[in-house]
T-cell receptor, first 112, second 111 residues
């Protein structure tokens, strides 16, 4: 039973570019959340998707957007990349809105 | 967001019990207490959660104070594989899965 899978594992971009990160939830899970984790910090909540809609959003600008597909997989898009966007981006899935979350191992995004 | 306070770091000897404390004085009646841990180069891993009563599972035990303003994660016999950052998180019931992680406690296990 595959857990949460994220792609790519590493990515290097330059300032001003756009990036798309992908997440496949654990089998049987229908809710996907995205987090940003800077070096030495705890993960920061970006947003959550359920039934293909954004249900909750953390304190992140509109440059961060997402999508959930009918098969429950999800994408995180970041436009106009800044140096401060360099971080580990984590995807977490759960069944419904209130169950414990299962995390992937993240995508390491570096901005040059 | 309801906040938690944890020590930045703790050490434990291998095969000894470890008690990881968490203060959450602003907890509301509908907040569940969750614990996750993050091993190096991995995503966070669910450990345990509870509301009012103490909870046990194969990984750990969760002791919740009677007034719910604090809790303790108990690892009964620390192993080297338990070296990780442990996060105590409050999550309101029925309002979704928005987690506030904080900076957690970095646990070092000494052989």
């Amino acid at each position: 039973d595959a857990g949460v899978t994220q792609s790519p594992t590493h990515l290097i971009k330059t300032r001003g570019q756009q990036v798309t990160l992908r997440c496949s939830p654990k089998s049987g899970h229908d809710t996907v959340s995205w987090y940003q984790q800077a070096l030495g910090q705890g993960p920061q909540f970006i947003f959550q998707y359920y039934e293909e809609e954004e249900r909750q959003r953390g304190n992140f600008p509109d440059r961060f957007s997402g999508h959930q597909f009918p098969n429950y997989s999800s994408e995180l898009n970041v436009n106009a990349l800044l140096l401060g966007d360099s971080a580990l981006y984590l995807c977490a899935s759960s069944w419904g809105l209130n169950q414990p979350q299962h995390f992937g191992d993240g995508t390491r995004l570096s901005i040059l | 967001d309801a906040k938690t306070t944890q020590p930045n770091s703790m050490e434990s000897n291998e095969e000894e019990p470890v008690h990881l404390p968490c203060n959450h004085s602003t907890i509301s009646g509908t907040d569940y207490i969750h614990w996750y841990r993050q091993l190096p180069s991995q995503g966070p891993e669910y450990v345990i959660h509870g509301l009012t009563s103490n909870v046990n599972n194969r990984m750990a035990s969760l002791a919740i104070a009677e007034d719910r303003k604090s809790s303790t994660l108990i690892l009964h016999r620390a192993t080297l594989r338990d070296a990780a950052v442990y996060y105590c998180i409050l999550r309101p019931v029925n309002t979704g899965n928005q987690f506030y992680f904080g900076t957690g406690t970095s646990l070092t296990v000494i052989p």
